[in-house]
């Protein structure tokens, strides 16, 4: 069933395997406890950035398949996708794998477009288990987006530090974890930055968009979530998005948080925080869900946002348009909690009937 940009899963598919792989920078941030695993250095025993992004992410996806405790050949799709450009690390890492592959690309935002259409193909019956996962690299992105690390360009206060890492997860009709109960899809917003190193400002309408979407769709505020978290605002895009649902008459409380202005210690020098596809990817994939499946959190709106840029096209004076995806995760009690509640309505309509 869908209302307007949202979806609302019937049959709420199960987040059933997750896995998150980061590199040695990101293990000394504020989430390194739970990431499965930390590389030992950034070119990950590979010959090149590149190599070593596609490596992450099909680390990332064998490894969700065993937490999953399933065999590969149990999986029917693999939804992927990166930052570079014809999503190579994505493209090349599924070549590794026997199953059938979409490849994605919403930038940052891109982990929550591949949960949005990987659970809306298992709940309507197309798949009964799906993959979803994305990788980004520090030294990829510099060279692709700005300057290549051998020039040492100064970095201005408003940018980022892209992540290195990768996060994936089995969406599954069955199983135990965590649920993907909705997932509402965004618009494209630009507001007309075009400055390269001011993502937050630009990403910022977006995630302002698909929020006020989301809760008039659903019928919900900010208190109905333990957990809000953007993908890659960081600190001045957060604030910014503060100050953007305010003047919309929405204030966001202590429950909202940015992966990306979480990310690393202040002592870490990353300016306005991280960014990348594996920065939401990698806090879902470790955090997020352990924090769901121990029961701490009960539902959480996830909604990374991203920046939709080319090379070309902001050396060419371009904007840069902003997406941003939101998926609603329920813990498993709180899903079976939900699943009660709904029949016991289902129940009183059909006891005023029979009266009728």
Not at 207 to 229: E, G, V
């Amino acid at each position: 069933m869908h209302i307007h940009q949202t979806v609302v899963f019937r049959h709420k598919p199960v987040i059933i395997g997750s896995y998150s792989i980061v590199g040695p920078k990101e293990g000394k941030g504020n989430f390194g406890r739970y990431f499965n695993y930390v590389m030992k250095d950034d070119s990950f025993g590979e010959e090149s950035y590149e190599k070593a992004e596609k490596k992450m992410l099909q680390s990332a996806v064998i490894g969700a398949i065993e937490d999953a405790k399933i065999k590969p050949s149990d999986i029917n799709l693999m939804l992927a996708g990166d930052l570079l450009n014809q999503i190579i690390s994505s493209s090349y890492a599924a070549r590794y794998f026997n199953f059938a592959y979409l490849g994605l690309f919403s930038a940052c935002s891109t982990i929550a477009e591949s949960l949005a259409i990987g659970a809306s193909l298992v709940d309507g019956g197309e798949f009964d288990t799906v993959v979803c996962s994305t990788a980004s690299h520090f030294s990829t992105a510099e060279r692709q987006f700005r300057f290549p690390l051998e020039l040492g360009n100064q970095r201005p206060p408003t940018s980022q530090w892209t992540v290195t890492g990768a996060g994936a997860c089995v969406i599954a009709n069955e199983g135990k974890g965590p649920r993907i109960t909705m997932a509402t899809f965004g618009k494209v917003v630009d507001w007309g930055i075009s400055d390269v190193n001011n993502m937050g400002a630009a990403m910022a309408p977006a995630a302002m968009d698909t929020l006020l979407a989301h809760f008039k769709d659903t019928n919900t505020t900010p208190d109905d979530y333990d957990l809000i978290a953007t993908g890659d605002l960081g600190k001045l895009g957060s604030e910014i998005l503060i100050d953007l649902m305010e003047d919309n008459g929405i204030k966001l409380g202590l429950n909202y948080k940015d992966c990306g202005q979480m990310f690393f210690t202040r002592s870490q020098n990353t300016l306005c925080g991280g960014s990348g596809c594996g920065c939401s990817a990698s806090v879902l994939n470790s955090f997020i869900i352990q924090k769901l499946r121990s029961g701490e959190y009960k539902r959480v709106l996830f909604l990374p946002t991203g920046a939709l840029m080319s090379t070309t096209a902001t050396q060419q004076g371009e904007t840069i348009p902003g997406v941003c995806h939101a998926i609603v995760l329920e813990s498993e009690e709180c899903a079976k909690s939900e699943n009660k509640k709904q029949k016991q309505k289902m129940q009183n309509k059909k006891e005023v009937a029979k009266k009728k």
